[in-house]
């Protein structure tokens, strides 16, 4: 099977605890993703909302050379994909490959040349905010807070650098701002529904379909906090989300945004190697071979393929 995910903190947790991306006691290694014939990953730098300045862009560069080093150490299995070249190459053989973003924008430290900074070292998305405050907005604690002039001005720049705008974490306003400034498709990488599960993390239906009319993508997180209220999350959560989104209209739009290593997942899916269950799970709900693909891959392998 063929599996993209739009968003794990593997890296980030690998990093800071000195782990190898290879084999480890963690929810995404290269060797669980081995169970599937071709895996695309993007794999998120994440900020702390406390790191501000220089001390935020030296983090990313302390977790990016980790995470330079790690792909180093696995070149027959991994490679990352920078630019859409790479991209549309991956097309002629199955290795897996690895997609890279940032998880807060504080790294930018509210100066619009590291954004470009970052555009060369291969970032191609970036997650606008965290849950709290920094120099592009507020994150989701402060609905009614949106974007400051510094942000309004950012999402121009990242369309032409090609640095695919996320609103994943975003407050209610940012969104909508991100949603009048936007030329391009925007995505919201990790993220559910918040008439199944009402967290201000998820999105409202509203917001959905806003995403849908402009091009673009949802990833749907396996966190249990977002996946049900209470208690006792578990897969059969996942496709009450994504059953939502699809009577939306969102069987081009929705995709798989992990969150693995960033959050707790139910325990019947566990880690990265549950996916084939969930994937079993789907057939068993009647999704169709088809519609199962474009959820779990072909969906956010066509968004890339328009907009790298
Ligand atoms: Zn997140």
């Not at 699809?246 to 190697?273: K, Q, R, T, W, Y």
Request: hydrophobic content about 40%; charged content about 25%.
């Amino acid at each position: 099977m063929r599996y993209f995910d739009l968003h794990c903190d593997t890296i980030t947790e690998c990093a800071a605890g000195g782990k190898q991306l290879a084999e480890n006691d963690l929810g995404v290694s290269l060797r669980k993703a081995a169970c599937f014939d071709e895996w695309r990953q993007f794999f998120a730098i994440w900020i702390p909302d406390s790191m501000r300045g220089p001390e935020a862009l030296a983090y990313f560069d302390s977790v990016y050379a980790y995470f330079l080093a790690q792909l180093a150490n696995n070149a027959r299995s991994i490679v990352f994909c920078r630019e859409k070249a790479d991209f549309l190459s991956t097309r002629r053989n199955s290795r897996d490959y690895a997609l890279l973003s940032v998880e807060g924008g504080a790294v930018l430290a509210g100066k619009m040349q590291t954004l470009s900074y970052l555009r060369e070292r291969g970032v191609r998305l970036l997650t606008l905010t965290w849950n709290g405050d920094n120099e592009i907005g507020s994150g989701y604690l402060k609905p009614e807070s949106g974007l400051t002039d510094f942000g309004k001005a950012l999402i121009p720049e990242m369309e032409r650098q090609g640095v695919i705008v996320d609103v994943s974490h975003l407050s209610d306003r940012g969104f909508y701002e991100v949603e009048a400034l936007a030329k391009r498709p925007f995505i919201a990488t990790h993220s559910n529904a918040r008439a199944v599960c009402p967290h201000g993390r998820n999105l409202t239906d509203e917001q959905f379909c806003l995403l849908r009319d402009r091009g673009g993508l949802v990833g749907i997180n396996f966190y249990k906090a977002f996946l049900r209220e209470g208690p006792g999350a578990c897969m059969q959560d996942i496709l009450r989300h994504i059953d939502h989104f699809l009577a939306l209209g969102g069987e081009n739009v929705v995709c798989m945004g992990s969150d693995f290593d960033g959050a707790e997942v139910p325990a019947d899916l566990g880690d990265i190697e549950g996916v084939p269950r969930l994937r079993r799970l789907m057939r068993q709900h009647g999704y169709s071979e088809a519609l199962i693909e474009r959820l779990l891959f072909r969906n956010a392998a066509e968004f890339f393929r328009r907009n790298l």
